[in-house]
């Protein structure tokens, strides 16, 4: 493999995409077998790392987890919604497998003004990740001279031979960057608006977000399931319109937030995830189980109102609300 000089061949921040980096990777290597951009993003191909498991959870609402149903009709009450994506393909392989992974991280806030949804602000990043110690020095230190910004996966992968622990180690870097994207437009409306924003997942992750009254998380995905026995049953059984109790979650490097299970859409003959989401708001200073509930009810409403228009064709729509759709098909059009 012989390796031009890059010159005048160099990343600018306005262009690093992907087609980008391989015609200037291709250009430094012109005998390198450079990636054609064929293969699918290497998130479909990873399997889930975290083992689905169930957690007995702290109730503060109730003696024990029942179901709620939310009485109130409908309301319409999130200003704006938050989502972010995240892409990775491999650029290149190394003569020993050690992979190169091109990554994108990308984030927006979609705000709601006259019943339209318009972009409040936008994120995208492209950055290459690769284990430092694997990759032979002189293509480390072409990859630093093209411009590009490079992640150092070392860390993550524990210095592992196999190629699939260095592609791993890269999408667990690039998730990490996607998730302080989402968490930098969160604080950033936190810290300057008080109407309520729906951000899909949770708000755990940053103190200030976890914090904020105007905050709201709801989780799609249900690896961890916070209730066990009973409990566990109660939450399975919730029909279209109902939620469970108010409960705390909390981890030692994540601040505490009060959630609960709602139902979005009547699951007959489907399984008991359908329609199921976890919501997360601040946890209360004091717990009144009689604000909790009213919190509860409150915020559930604005989440029912939002399952309409239905998110199709998105295999996830019994569980996604359009302003998140709607932030999912922008940040695929940008990256």
């Given amino acids: 493999m012989s390796a031009n000089q890059p010159s005048s061949l ?50 503060i609402e109730d003696a024990a987890m029942r179901v709620h149903r939310v009485f109130e009709p409908p309301v319409a009450q999130f200003a704006a919604f938050l989502d972010g994506t995240q892409a990775s393909r491999t650029l290149y392989s190394c003569d020993d497998g050690t992979p190169i992974v091109h990554g994108t991280a990308a984030a927006v806030i979609r705000e709601r003004r006259n019943k339209r949804l318009y972009t409040r602000r936008h994120i995208v990043e492209h950055r290459l990740y ?26 993550e992968d524990g210095d592992g031979p196999h190629p699939f622990v260095g592609r ?24 300057r608006e008080d109407q309520p924003l729906l951000i899909d997942g949770g708000i755990s992750g940053i103190e200030s977000v976890a914090r904020s009254s105007c905050a709201v998380g709801v989780i799609k995905s249900h690896r961890t399931l916070y209730a066990e026995g009973d409990a566990l049953i109660t939450i399975f059984a919730l029909r279209r319109g109902e939620r469970s109790s108010v409960f705390r ?5 994540r601040t505490p937030v009060a959630s609960w299970y709602l139902r979005l859409r009547d699951r007959a003959g489907t399984d008991p995830m359908w329609g199921l989401v976890r919501v997360e708001v601040a946890h209360p200073d004091r717990v009144d ?40 098909e922008f940040l695929r059009a940008v990256i």
């Fill in 168 to 191: 791993d180690a890269a999408i667990h870097r690039l998730q990490r960057d996607r998730e302080n994207a989402e968490h930098a437009l969160a604080k950033e409306w936190c810290q």
């Fill in 289 to 328: 189980e009689r604000a909790i509930g009213a919190r509860a009810d409150e915020v559930s409403r604005w989440i029912l109102a939002e399952a309409t228009p239905v998110s199709l064709p998105d295999g996830r729509w019994d569980k996604m609300v359009y302003g998140v759709r709607d932030c999912e």
């Fill in 249 to 253: 979650v909390a981890s030692e490097r």
């Fill in 10 to 59: 160099t990343a600018t921040q306005a262009d690093a995409s992907f087609r980008a980096a391989v015609r200037l990777l291709a250009s430094l290597m012109p005998d390198a077998a450079i990636a054609t951009g064929a293969e699918p993003p290497l998130e479909s191909l990873a399997q889930a790392t975290e083992p689905p498991r169930t957690v007995g959870a702290i109730i």
């Fill in 130 to 155: 690769a284990n430092r110690r694997r990759v032979p020095k002189g293509v480390w230190t072409l990859l630093v001279e093209t411009g590009l910004e490079l992640r150092d996966t070392a860390e």
